[in-house]
């Protein structure tokens, strides 16, 4: 299947008109006179007259050409003074037809996404603003392509994350990890410079810093483009919450259907991944050794059937939040899974005097997960073997994988082969116990704790018929290990909020809401969501950004 986006981006090179070419020609000119780039006139290199009459004559004809054209392009006379063509003006400088042939010449793409659905990244605006001066249909990362086709074209191995629910990957994804708090691999050091080295973007698309970037006019800070596009969009129907009047519910019993899992790869090579999930070898189940080892008294290697009758097994409701899942973004889904009880184990084991950690090592060599034997009990660990009723599935680690509440994806070791049980200093007791901490190196604000989400639908999606009437939306809110304590939600860009509180909330599991909404009329609507969770300490904690999602109805 090809990718839509792609395939407009290859279809439609980023569109320049005469006019901002124009403009971008005089204003460069200006810059350098400014900047002094360019040479005064007392600095000019002397020369006999002949030849500097004649440069001069040169230098005259070229900026008269150089007027001459614009002004040709504009429509307005090329001689005298310009306050005397003013008669002119109406013969040719037609504001309300011109707005109207812009507004149509610059109206915003549409594509069908992989999931079907039509989208329309950027609103619609009576004078083609957001097109015209913004040019927004050709700024962001997923102007150009999807995120997962940017990662599989990488010249080095990354792992790549499939999300099950249509949302739209974006670069948000990828903050958590590309953070000094993690990794300490600046996200910016990859890409600013594969893109401005790579034709592709600085030849065939014409690609600047514009095209990832929004420089901020009181403070000059250029800003990632995709977290500031939505609030500087022009075409929006902004309604108050008494206007809106948006009908909220949640439950924390809704359970991800199959189809809209999403996982992330091991890392083996592809060959070894396991993730047709429609074939299911049962003797890799039925054979798969694990041994449990380490710091303990009795070591001992076991199949999965056996410890299943050693240990029994438990069935329980669990919800996965992947450790780096960026503000509105989905990678996180909700379970009935069955395995067996690390407790269990542990009692079995019998750590030896001090031990404190049990390390779930994957057979491809994934051992940074390492979680305190109390954090195990206490958060009723299992070593899951089947879900929803059937074995694991390939894509989620089959034959085996661990799974612990108030605990991120990251800690959720796919086919161990080992379970080794450790020491560590007390002060490094939590140091691979991932609950959604990592920050943001521009604010040093922990990214997306709380994290909230659109589900059923990508940003941007353009609704129809019944869909249109009544918008119904489905989502998340989650904080890893602190519960929800309440949602707001408003449609007038915050001005004004519709408050859901969640009292009793219990963060073992997500809190899932459905909402339904009545536009009052066609257009583009922008509803932002702000969540807020309760620290350990009993604080109200507010993520740094609101999540956006933007839809239009016809």
């Not at 009758?309 to 438990?314: D, E, N």
């Not at 599991?509 to 909402?515: D, L, P, V």
């Not at 993520?543 to 016809?554: D, H, L, P, R, S």
Request: aromatic residues 10%; charged residues 25%.
């Amino acid at each position: 299947m090809k990718d839509n986006t792609n395939e407009y981006a290859s279809e439609h090179p980023r569109r320049r008109t005469k006019l901002m070419v124009a403009l971008l020609a005089v204003t460069l000119v200006a810059s350098f006179a400014v900047w002094g780039c360019a040479p005064k006139a007392s600095e000019a290199p002397k020369t006999d007259t002949g030849t500097e009459s004649k440069a001069s004559g040169d230098k005259a004809a070229s900026d008269a050409s150089s007027t001459d054209e614009l002004a040709a392009y504009s429509g307005f006379p090329t001689e005298g003074r310009f306050i005397d063509g003013i008669a002119s003006l109406p013969g040719f400088y037609r504001h309300t037809d011109e707005d109207a042939e812009n507004a149509t010449a610059e109206a915003p793409r549409r594509y069908t996404d992989r999931n079907g659905f039509t989208v329309q990244p950027v609103p619609s605006d009576e004078l083609g603003w957001n097109n015209t001066y913004l040019d927004a249909d050709n700024r962001g990362c997923t102007s150009c392509h999807t995120l997962e086709s940017a990662l599989m074209g990488l010249p080095t191995y990354h792992r790549l994350i499939f999300m099950g629910y249509p949302a739209e990957q974006s670069y948000q994804n990828c903050i958590a990890c590309h953070s000094e708090s993690y990794s300490d691999d600046p996200l910016a050091d990859p890409i600013h410079t594969l893109h401005m080295n790579s034709t592709m973007f600085t030849k065939d698309d014409n690609g600047n810093c514009q095209s990832c970037h929004y420089i901020d006019s009181r403070t000059g800070v250029f800003e990632r483009w995709d977290e500031v596009k939505y609030s500087v969009f022009k075409g929006y129907t902004d309604l108050a919450s008494d206007e809106a009047k948006p009908s909220i519910s949640y439950d924390q019993t809704t359970i991800t259907p199959a189809e809209n899992r999403f996982f992330k790869t091991v890392k083996d090579e592809p060959a070894e991944w396991l993730t047709d999930d429609t074939k299911v070898d049962k003797s890799i189940y039925e054979n798969w050794v694990v041994s449990i080892d380490g710091e303990c008294e009795n070591p001992v290697e076991m199949t999965l059937p056996e410890m299943e009758k050693q240990f029994g097994t438990v069935k329980q409701v669990m919800k996965m939040d992947c450790t780096i899942n960026g503000v509105g973004q989905a990678t996180i889904m909700q379970s009935e899974v069955e395995g067996i009880p690390v407790a269990k184990i542990i009692e079995y084991a019998k750590p030896k005097a001090g031990a404190n950690i049990l390390s779930p090592i994957s057979g491809d060599g994934y051992d940074y997960a390492q979680m305190s034997l109390q954090w195990l009990i206490d958060n009723e660990a299992v070593i899951v073997t089947k879900m929803d009723g059937e074995l694991l599935p390939p894509s989620q680690g089959y034959p085996c994988m661990i799974w612990v509440n108030k605990t991120s994806g990251g800690n959720f070791t796919k086919r161990i082969s080992n379970l080794t049980f450790m020491t560590k200093p007390a002060d490094k007791l939590d140091s691979q116990l991932y609950v959604g901490q990592f920050t943001d190196d521009r604010t040093s604000e922990i990214y997306s704790k709380p994290n909230s989400g659109v589900l059923n639908y990508p940003t941007g999606v353009v609704l129809t018929g019944d869909e249109a009437k009544t918008v119904h939306l489905e989502g998340f809110a989650d904080a890893w290990d602190e519960p929800i304590k309440k949602m707001e939600f408003s449609f007038d860009q915050g001005k004004t909020w519709t408050t859901l509180d969640t009292p009793s909330n219990n963060a073992d599991f997500w809190t899932y809401w459905r909402m339904d909404f009545t536009p009052p009329a066609p257009g583009a609507y922008l509803l932002n969501i702000r969540t807020t969770s309760i620290t350990p300490e009993g604080a109200d904690r507010v993520c740094q950004y609101n999540t956006q999602f933007m839809f239009t109805v016809e």
